[in-house]
Every structure is written in structure tokens, then in C-alpha cells.
């Protein structure tokens, strides 16, 4: 089965920071990759899916990019309210593996 | 408006089954996959399988296969998670989530398996 790494696993930013968080698959999945953030005690909500379309509602400093085996998820502004931990997951075929997950706080 | 309604919290004990259960509505129930996702207290999300509800297409993660049934009924556009014999490490929140990438999730169920 493919496995998904996500680098870092935590990292702490600024207030109007850039911030980008990498995930790698071990084999090719074109692009089906999503992301999703979840904030402590909530439940997940998706960012982005296709690796770089914005879900609806979800603020444009969201960004995705990447195809194959690497991707990255840029928030462009960080923001207090983005304190959360971001998951990406691979969903070409099953089993939809999650990736292990990155902690972003504001330093 | 798309809803995920997921059943309540249980407290189980070790070796007792359980079925939890996933209600959608808002949608066409036959025309998406319904996941399920285990997250163990303080650990990351864990994918465990997926079901087509309107023919019964059912996929597992290696990890949960033979484990856990995923399940369906499309009369009354509700999906499940079941366990025959239920173990403390089964102790967890369990989210239900709409398609393959996720768009919708219910609000989770806590399942406690305690002695």
C-alpha cells in the first residue's frame, strides 16, 4: 500500500507568516490529495481535494499545489485562528491513507 | 443543506459488539461514498474503509479488515460501523465522512471500551 509523510511534524510561526507544509506519497497518485485541517476538540474539515481547488468557504491564504508523489499546502498569512493540525490524504484508490499529521501554532 | 448525523456515545465493555451508525441527508444517499475514520485520544486520523451505498461496494484499510463490518442501508440513507467483539484499544472517536475526499463529516462518536 502507498504511504503518505507529511514534513514537518509541528512548527510554530508568526503571526502573517507564510507557512508550507509538505506531504509525500511513496508512489504516484496523480492528484488526488486532499488536505484538511482540524482544529483541537473538533471535527475535520476539508481545505482542499484534487490537490489545489479551495473547498468552498475556505479562505483564499489556503493554497495546494503539487502532483505524483509530492505536495505542499501553503497558508500564505498565517492567522490565530489557523492553529490547528493539517492532515493530507491520498484518495486514488483504497485503502485512503491519511498522512501522520502537522501542528502549526503561532510562536 | 448536506448533513452527516451520527449516532450517540457508547461505554462498552470488552468483548461486546456494537454498531454505530452514520445518517445522511441533504443528498442524493446512493450517489456517494461514505467513509469511516478512527482517531485514538491524542493520535493522528486513521482511514478505515469505505462503502458505495447504492450497491453495497465495500472497501477496507489493511489494518481494519476482518476487524471491523462497514455496512449500509439505503431505505433510510444510513451508513454503519460494527464490531463483533469490542477490545479497549478500541477506545476512540469515530467519524463518518462523505466521498473519497472527505467534503462532509458527521460530528463523531466516542466509543469507550472500559472493564
Known amino acids: 500500500d502507498i504511504q503518505m509523510t507529511q514534513s514537518p511534524s509541528s512548527l510554530s510561526a508568526s503571526v502573517g507568516d507564510r507557512v508550507t507544509i509538505t506531504c509525500r506519497a511513496s508512489?504516484?497518485?496523480?492528484?488526488?490529495l486532499a488536505w484538511y485541517q482540524q482544529k483541537p476538540g473538533k471535527v475535520p474539515k476539508l481545505l482542499i481535494y484534487?490537490?489545489?481547488t479551495l473547498q468552498s468557504g475556505v479562505p483564499s491564504r489556503f493554497s495546494g499545489s503539487g502532483s505524483g508523489t509530492d505536495f505542499t499546502l501553503t497558508i500564505s498569512s498565517l492567522q490565530p485562528e489557523d492553529v490547528a493540525t493539517y492532515y493530507c490524504q491520498k484518495y486514488n484508490s483504497a485503502p485512503f491513507t491519511f498522512g501522520p499529521g502537522t501542528k502549526v501554532d503561532i510562536k | 443543506e448536506v448533513q452527516l448525523v451520527q449516532s450517540g456515545a457508547e461505554v462498552k465493555k470488552p468483548g461486546e459488539s456494537l454498531k454505530i451508525s452514520c445518517k445522511g441527508s441533504g443528498y442524493s444517499f446512493t450517489s456517494y461514498w461514505i467513509g469511516w475514520v478512527r482517531q485514538m485520544p491524542g493520535k493522528g486520523l486513521e482511514w478505515m474503509g469505505i462503502i458505495y451505498p447504492g450497491d453495497s461496494d465495500t472497501r477496507y484499510s489493511p489494518s481494519f479488515q476482518g476487524q471491523v463490518t462497514i455496512s449500509a442501508d439505503k431505505s433510510i440513507s444510513t451508513a454503519y460501523l460494527q464490531w463483533s467483539s469490542l477490545k479497549a484499544s478500541d477506545t476512540a472517536m469515530y467519524y463518518c465522512a462523505r466521498s473519497s475526499s472527505s467534503d462532509y463529516w458527521g460530528q463523531g462518536t466516542l466509543v469507550t471500551v472500559s472493564s
Open positions: 484534487a490537490a489545489s
Open positions: 508512489q504516484g497518485i496523480s492528484n488526488y
